[in-house]
C-alpha cells in the first residue's frame, strides 16, 4: 500500500539512504498540531487545583511548586518533541524508539507528585509499558529480519509474508502498552487526577496520535 | 479560500439548527414544548458578546488557547471533509484532537468539576475504538483511506451501509456519544455541572458552541459520506434531520450510563460489530 491511499498526496521527502522521511498532509496535520501543543505547553503556567477538605468546610489549593514545575515543564517539552518526531519518521525502528520514550516520558512528568493514588498509576503503567516494549521491539526486528529493511517507504512495496504479519501484530500489541490505550488505559487514568493541566494533556495526546500513526505504518506494511 | 469560507459558514448554520433540532425532538418526546429550532444558533452568537470572565486558578494561556484549538480544529475537518474528500485518518486525528480539548478545557480550569470530566475524557477515548474499527473496516473494504476514492467505490458498487452495516452500527456509535444528552455522555454528565465547559463563560462559550455545532454536522456529513455514498445536497439534508431525529429520540428515553458501564457497552458492541465485520468480509 502507498502513502498517498493513507494519508492523501505526498508533499515531499527527506532521502537519508535507505531510510526516507516522507510528509503528507495526515503527517504534517499531527506534526504541527504536536509542536503547537509543545509550545503552548512551554509558555504555560499551571493551574490551581480546588479540592474540598474532608471534616471541613473550607478548600485545599492544590498547587505544583517550583521545582516540580521545572522538571515537569522540560519532561512535557521533550515528549511533544518526541511526539512530533514519531509523526514524520519514515523508518520503523526509529518509530518505535520514539513510542518507548514516549512511554517513559509519560511516566516521568507525573513521577514527581506526591499523591499516591497518582504514583500507584504510574507504577502500573510503567509495568505494562515495560512489559510490552519487548513485543514492540521484538515485532520490529522480526519484520526488519524477514525483509532487510526498515523504511516503510520500501516495505509498503513488499508483500506482506507470514512472518511480517506476525511482526506487525506484535508490534499492535507493543504499541496498545506503551501507549496504554484501551484495555490498558484503566492503569493510566487515575494519572490524570494530578495538577499540572498542561503537562498532563501531553500523556493524552501522545497516546493518541501515535495510536493514528500507528494504524498508517501498520496498513503500509501490512497491506 | 472561498469556498472553504463558504463551508465553514453551512457548516456553522446548519449544525447549529440539527443541535436546535435535537433538543427539540427531546423535548417533544418527554411532552415538553421546547426551546426554538434557532435557539441554539442564538444561544452561540450571544456568548461571542456576552462578558467573559477568567477564573483566578485557570492555568494561562492555556485555558484560553485550548478553545481556539478546538475552533480551528473543527475548520480543518470542514476543509479535509466536505471541502477536500481528503483522507480519513485526518478526521480521525482530528477527532482525537477534540478529545485532548476536552479533556485539557476542564483540567485548565482548575474547578474540581472540570478536573472529574477531564479524567471521564480519558476513559471516555473507548469512544475511539469504535470509530477506529469503522475506518479500518471501510479501508479493507475500498482499498482507500481518502474520502473522493470512497465515495468513487460507493457509485460503482453501491453504499457501504448495505455490505458493511456493522461498521456503520459502529460509527453510528460515535454520534450517538457525541450527541448532547447522550447515554454515553459521561463527560457532561450533570452531576459535573458542564463538565469541562463549567468554567468557559462569555466569548469562550461561544467558541465552544461554534465548534459543536461544526464538529456535529461533520460527524453527520462523514457518517452520510462514507456509507451512503454520493449524495446531492437534498439527500445530505435529509440524512442528517433523520439522524438527529434518531439520536434525539434514543437520548430523551435513555439515562446517562455510570462511566463504566459506558465504556464497557461501547468497547463490547464495538467488538462484536468489528468481529461480524471482518467474517462478513471474509465470506
Known sequence: MDFVTLGGNLLG??????????????????????????????????????????????????????????????????????????MITGDLFNFTLFMALIGILNIGIVSAVKQTTVLNSAYQYG????????????????????????????LSQMPATPMVVFGAVLMLLGILGESGVAPFFASKAEMFRTPGSPFIVIIHLSSLFIIVRAVEILLLVLW | MAD?????????????LLLGLHR??????????????????????????????????????????????????????????????????????VYAVYKIVEHNSGSSSGSPYGKASCVRAVLSAATELPLFAAIVLVYLKTGSMNIGDIISYQATNGPLIFSIPLAAIMFFLLLLSKSPYSPFGITKDK???????????????GFIMFSESISWYVMLWVFLTIFFGPLSAVGYLIGMIVLTFITGFINSTTPILNPNHSVMTQITMGAVCFIGTVVMILI
Open chain 2, 24 to 93: 427539540k425532538i427531546m423535548a417533544r418526546v418527554q411532552k415538553r414544548p421546547g426551546p426554538p429550532i434557532i435557539q441554539h444558533l442564538l444561544h452561540s452568537l450571544k456568548f461571542f458578546f456576552k462578558e467573559t470572565a477568567f477564573p483566578k486558578t485557570v492555568s494561562m494561556p492555556f485555558y484560553i488557547g485550548i478553545v481556539f484549538i478546538l475552533a480551528a480544529i473543527w475548520v480543518v475537518g470542514v476543509i479535509v471533509g466536505p471541502v477536500a474528500h481528503g483522507s480519513l485518518l485526518i478526521l480521525f486525528g
Open chain 1, 127 to 154: 509495568l505494562i509499558a515495560m512489559m510490552c516494549s519487548l513485543p514492540l521491539f521484538g515485532g520490529a526486528s522480526i519484520i526488519l529480519a524477514s525483509t532487510g529493511t526498515l523504511s516503510l517507504a520500501v
Open chain 2, 4 to 16: 472553504i469560507l463558504i463551508n465553514v459558514f453551512i457548516a456553522f448554520l446548519a449544525g447549529s
Open chain 2, 191 to 205: 452531576a459535573l455541572v458542564s463538565g469541562f465547559e463549567t468554567e468557559h463563560f462569555g466569548f469562550l462559550r
Open chain 1, 13 to 86: 521527502t527527506i532521502p537519508l539512504g535507505d531510510i526516507v522521511l516522507y510528509i503528507t498532509p495526515l503527517s504534517l496535520f499531527l506534526f504541527i498540531v504536536l509542536l503547537v501543543f509543545t509550545l503552548l505547553i512551554a509558555i504555560s503556567k499551571t493551574e490551581t487545583q480546588v479540592e474540598a477538605t474532608l471534616m471541613k468546610l473550607s478548600n485545599t489549593n492544590v498547587k505544583v511548586g517550583k521545582k516540580e514545575f521545572k522538571q515537569r515543564r522540560f519532561l512535557s517539552v521533550i515528549c511533544g518533541i518526541a511526539s512530533a518526531g514519531a
